[in-house]
């Protein structure tokens, strides 16, 4: 049965930091790649980073240069540091893998303010 289990999020101001988890089983986990997505308020979910499964990652250019995407395979989690955080990285943050089908884990909050 695949799981994604994300954690981390929080309260914190702007200029911040944060990093995510996304602690995952059921699947190979190394030969899969990994993506984060967030859902603002009134928004539609919105892609923010992918780690494929050599490494390779691709952000959003509304994360480029703050967030930073990494997996650690021996412990089956994926990580997104997120740095220089502003009011509008307020969302619930989602990571997904497709196997056999979409998997998503139930979001973690992160809220940006003063």
């Known amino acids: 049965q695949v799981q994604l289990v994300e954690s981390g999020g929080g309260l914190v101001q702007p200029g911040g930091s944060l990093r995510l988890s996304c602690a995952t089983s059921?699947?190979?986990?190394?030969?899969?790649?990994i993506q984060w997505y967030r859902q603002a308020p009134g928004k539609e979910r919105a892609f923010v980073a992918a780690?494929?499964?050599?490494?390779?990652?691709t952000y959003a250019d509304s994360v480029k240069g703050r967030f930073t995407i990494s997996r650690d395979n021996t412990r089956k989690t994926v990580y997104l540091q997120m740095n220089s955080l502003k009011f509008e990285d307020t969302a619930v943050y989602y990571c997904?893998?497709?196997?056999?089908?979409?998997?998503w884990g139930q979001g973690t909050q992160v809220t940006v303010s003063s």
């Open positions: 059921g699947f190979n986990f190394s030969r899969y790649g």
């Open positions: 997904t893998v497709r196997t056999s089908a979409n998997y």
């Open positions: 780690v494929s499964s050599i490494s390779i990652t």
